[in-house]
């Protein structure tokens, strides 16, 4: 067997057969496993699992978040696509009276209208209660007759403008709106919402990538010595590379599954908190079996993350070692 030239002896010790094996071993083709053992690495005693514990958490909060806004808008949109209001703006009770009756009669025999209701004037008046204060009459402020109106399609704007040819002669105080136009600022908020909750994710992976890679970083440098030795002794950078990959995806595993189970704890709270407000339309905002799957999917996503970036980190920093 020929001497390496780092060292100053090749004879093994004699004596011991115990000592010759382990000389051999020492000289034999440096393999991953020989560099896991060399190389020490720490689970839960560093911070990297923690840390992406946390950046796991904010991310299910923050999908979460952005799919159940996406359910709410559905359901809304879903709930009002065919609904239409139809106002009598007469400040005479009889004239704004007859003016109903004749838009309910004109509306009930529309092929197009599933159903309609006239909201009493008990109700309107507990509608406007909040900002005009209990009490108000009808003589002192004027209220609209309300007609809620349900069409077996949508109610975009061609059947809109026929709903106003129709009403026009019969009732001409009758205005005709979708319901779904009243929630258009709340849709634009909630649009807005989602993509602040996908920029957040979008930065949270960032954050966790430079995380793993300032890991990785005081990792080489806290192994440098060693990992000199790994090269004199035939390791390659990829085995090397392995070895923090190896690391880098259990802490991610770890963390991951902790971050899992707290923002799924934290979604759970939250919505609880808001179902207990029972508003219908807050109730559409909820979470599916395949909202869920999509959550659980965030982990994996972490761990990849955290395994392409300790291998081009730890291969980028070995290409510049001598």
Known sequence: MKRPSFLPNANPPAGSSVAARAWERGLAPFRGRAASQMLPRTRLGGPMPWVIAIMVALTVLAAGGALAMANLAAQARSDLAGGVTVQIVEADPALRDAQTRRALAALEDMEIVQGMRRVPDAELQALIEPWLGGGVRSEAVPLPALIDVDLSGAADARTLDDLRAALGPIAPDARVDAQAQWLG???????????????????LAFTSAAAVWLAARNALNANRGTIEVVHLLGGTDGQ?????QRSAIIDAAIGGAVGLVLGAIALKVLGAQFAALESGMVAGGGLDPVDWLLLALVPVAGAAIALLTARMTVLASLGKMP
């Open 185 to 203: 600022p709340v849709f634009d908020a909630i649009s807005a919402l989602r993509w602040l909750a996908l920029g957040l994710i979008v930065l």
């Open 240 to 244: 090397i590379a392995r070895i923090f």
